[in-house]
């Protein structure tokens, strides 16, 4: 059950609910107004664009009620300052050790939550690692499988250079892969969805950007997935990662103990426009 339903009093039989379900399954009902049939309720995408798109906030569906979403009109950011963030937010790599505020940490994660999927799959699963103190306990147990490895010299074809990250480790207990961050996230999807490694990309970059907005520093941390996924892959049982996720990315986050004063001049950006006057050549049909 969809538990799609319209509140009468509100509704105005504008029919935007029906235009705009993607999967068409709205129509007027014999009472004129919107339903969804029982056969048909087998093929909602879940996306709730009829909640979305309704003017009066007459429609509630899968137990969700307009009253409890935001509005959009007039509480979207300022372009130019969102162009500022896009353009200004940095990769950091020097943080403070201090762990996030819980409310804080719960609230990125679920506004990140939000980003689209393919088919609105909605299963990007979140691996975090909430506390300064697991993340060190993590990097411990990287940095002495690493080193096994380099001793052994056994680390894969194409991965020789993380034996100078086990040997700055050892000379200065410098952490170059993760960065003496507090927290860890690591977005993973089941292989069976469309999409999986899009999913997840798409998922991390909303938690950037998000992340960014609220002074929290971010870094997309290749290192640390190719230690974690590729040399050292029972990492992943050991984090919980199921065996049938696709491991997307991982980001190591936390209070910066830097800060960038202007955005850089990257540019200009490659565009190719692809059948460049070919529209207007076209024959008619």
Same mark, same amino acid.
């Given at each position: 059950?969809?538990?799609?339903?319209?509140?009468?009093?509100?509704?105005?039989?504008?029919?935007?609910?029906?235009? +705009?379900?993607?999967?068409?399954?709205?129509?007027?009902?014999?009472?004129?107004? #919107?339903?969804?049939?029982?056969?048909?309720?087998?093929?909602?995408?879940?996306?709730? =664009?009829?909640?979305?798109?309704?003017?009066?906030?007459?429609?509630?569906?899968?137990?969700?009620?307009?009253?409890?979403?935001?509005? %959009?009109?007039?509480?979207? #950011? +300022?372009?130019?300052? %969102?162009?500022?963030?896009?353009?200004?937010? /940095?990769?950091?790599?020097?943080?403070?050790?201090? $762990? %996030? +505020?819980?409310?804080?940490?719960?609230?990125?994660?679920? *506004?990140?939550?939000?980003?689209?999927?393919?088919?609105?799959? /909605?299963?990007? /699963?979140?691996?975090?690692?909430? !506390? @300064?103190?697991?993340?060190? %306990?993590?990097?411990?147990?990287?940095?002495?499988?690493?080193?096994?490895?380099?001793?052994? $010299?056994?680390?894969?074809?194409?991965?020789?250079?993380?034996?100078?990250?086990?040997?700055?480790?050892?000379? =200065?207990? !410098?952490? *170059?892969?993760?960065?003496?961050?507090?927290?860890?996230?690591?977005?993973? &999807?089941?292989? !069976?969805?469309?999409?999986?490694?899009?999913?997840?990309?798409?998922?991390?970059?909303?938690?950037?950007?998000?992340?960014?907005?609220?002074?929290?520093?971010?870094?997309?941390?290749?290192?640390?997935?190719?230690?974690?996924?590729?040399?050292?892959?029972?990492?992943?049982?050991?984090?919980?990662?199921?065996? +049938? =996720?696709?491991?997307?990315?991982?980001?190591?986050?936390?209070?910066?103990?830097? @800060?960038? &004063? /202007?955005?850089?001049?990257?540019?200009?950006?490659?565009?190719?426009?692809?059948?460049?006057?070919?529209?207007?050549?076209?024959?008619?049909?």
């Amino acid at each position: 059950m969809i538990d799609f339903k319209v509140n009468r009093q509100s509704c105005t039989l504008c029919g935007e609910c029906i235009t +705009d379900c993607p999967s068409r399954i709205i129509s007027f009902g014999e009472d004129g107004y #919107p339903t969804i049939t029982a056969e048909k309720e087998g093929t909602c995408y879940r996306c709730q =664009h009829c909640l979305a798109i309704c003017p009066t906030g007459a429609v509630s569906i899968l137990g969700h009620h307009a009253s409890f979403s935001h509005l %959009l009109k007039g509480a979207l #950011p +300022d372009p130019d300052a %969102l162009e500022t963030l896009i353009r200004g937010r /940095r990769s950091v790599r020097r943080f403070k050790q201090e $762990n %996030l +505020d819980p409310v804080l940490f719960q609230r990125l994660l679920d *506004v990140a939550w939000q980003a689209p999927t393919g088919v609105n799959s /909605r299963q990007v /699963r979140f691996t975090v690692l909430d !506390s @300064h103190d697991k993340v060190a %306990l993590l990097r411990d147990e990287v940095m002495a499988g690493l080193t096994r490895l380099v001793n052994n $010299n056994a680390l894969p074809d194409g991965m020789g250079f993380f034996a100078n990250f086990v040997s700055i480790w050892e000379k =200065h207990r !410098s952490d *170059v892969i993760f960065r003496d961050a507090p927290h860890l996230l690591i977005a993973s &999807a089941p292989h !069976s969805v469309a999409s999986p490694m899009q999913d997840c990309m798409i998922a991390l970059a909303s938690f950037d950007l998000f992340a960014q907005a609220n002074g929290v520093g971010t870094l997309w941390n290749g290192l640390a997935k190719w230690a974690m996924n590729e040399i050292l892959p029972e990492t992943r049982h050991r984090l919980g990662i199921p065996a +049938d =996720h696709h491991f997307g990315y991982a980001m190591v986050f936390g209070k910066p103990a830097v @800060h960038y &004063a /202007r955005t850089v001049q990257h540019g200009p950006a490659l565009i190719y426009r692809a059948l460049e006057g070919e529209a207007s050549e076209a024959p008619a049909l």
